[in-house]
């Protein structure tokens, strides 16, 4: 009798950590001609002004006014939105943010279509801001 509740238990266990895992984000890998990419544009007055209002209009909604992840849309997503202030993202090389947050992925969407690659570029120097 100890023996199956000994067992009961372990699959318990088991079955709560399979779905802890299920729910903790997948690594998001980079391919490497984007992780060694030099951001091009400058990061400026003008420049994070326009980054800042790219920002706003495109990211803000679930990324929050800070880059906490406490946009008003946050709560529907899935995946982790991270926190833009910390050394963890701030350590990311910029052609890696340009990669995550250009091209997407899952929730994230794709903004290929939705801006340019400069606009973008100016959005990462904006997103760098957030870490201060």
């Known amino acids: 009798m100890k023996t199956l509740k000994t067992l009961m238990i372990i699959g318990i266990v088991?079955?709560?950590?399979?779905?802890?895992?299920?729910?903790?984000?997948?690594?998001?890998?980079v391919p490497a001609k984007y992780q060694t990419m030099k951001n091009p544009t400058k990061a400026d007055k003008a420049n994070l002004a326009i980054g800042k209002s790219m920002y706003s209009k495109h990211c803000k909604s679930c990324h929050g006014s800070t880059g906490l992840g406490d946009g008003t849309k946050a709560a529907n997503l899935k995946g982790d939105l991270g926190d833009f202030s910390s050394k963890k993202f701030q350590s990311q090389s910029?052609?890696?943010?340009?990669?995550?947050?250009?091209?997407?992925?899952?929730?994230?969407?794709?903004?290929?279509?939705?801006?340019?690659?400069?606009?973008?570029w100016f959005t990462v120097n904006y997103m760098r801001t957030l870490g201060k």
């Open 14 to 29: 088991s079955i709560g950590l399979l779905s802890f895992t299920k729910l903790t984000q997948e690594e998001w890998k």
């Open 94 to 120: 910029d052609g890696a943010l340009f990669y995550k947050s250009y091209i997407g992925r899952k929730d994230m969407p794709n903004y290929e279509k939705k801006m340019t690659e400069e606009d973008m």
